[in-house]
């Protein structure tokens, strides 16, 4: 089972059936999978990535947590980490819905993740795959300490590769 962490204003926790109906209106909004290599999806195939998100928890321990916001209970997004087989390294991610773009929500429970992969995992290095023009994302990934690594197509999209290594290992 994946692990639940905390932030200040953030409890990030594993997806669960009940996320569906938030998280299948994000994944339907154009702007907010503008960058996530798909189109907008409609309610089963919402249901078809939550499963794969849970999946992937299963199979690695870790995955892709909802973000929820501790003041209110709302479902924000999902962040957490991601390495499918052929992934050019373990990353830390995110996808927040468009009410919660501003906030700075994304690097708080990216760094949440950031500090659990530094504690936890052993591994060279953490990663982050950005869409070459997204720009939030880019800034997002450098807060946490990433820097630009190199352009890299992933899933015949431009990206681009930021990351940093672990913690006494750069």
């Known amino acids: ?3 639940t962490l905390e932030t200040e204003r953030l409890l990030l926790r594993p997806l ?4 569906l109906d938030a998280y299948s209106a ?4 154009a702007e907010v999978v503008e960058f996530l290599g798909t189109t907008p999806v409609d309610r089963a195939d919402a249901w078809r990535h939550l499963a794969l998100l849970v999946g992937h928890g299963v199979l690695r321990g870790w995955t892709n947590n909802a973000v929820i916001a501790k ?4 479902f924000l997004g999902r962040c957490g980490l991601w390495q499918p087989e052929g992934w050019p390294g373990l990353e830390v991610g995110w996808a927040l819905d468009r009410h919660a773009w501003g906030h700075g929500y994304a690097t708080e429970a990216a760094a949440a993740w950031r500090d659990w992969a530094f504690a936890h995992l052993d591994a060279d290095e953490l990663i982050s795959v950005v869409h070459r023009d997204n720009v939030r994302s880019a ?3 450098e807060r946490i300490g990433h ?4 352009d890299i197509e992933l899933r015949g999209h431009p990206c681009v590769l930021y990351g940093q290594p672990f913690p006494g290992r750069g």
């Open 71 to 74: 003041a209110t209970g709302r």
């Open 26 to 29: 994000m994944m339907a909004d």
């Open 139 to 141: 800034r997002v990934a």
């Open 1 to 3: 089972m994946p692990p």
């Open 16 to 19: 669960v059936e009940d996320d």
């Open 147 to 150: 820097r630009r690594l190199r």
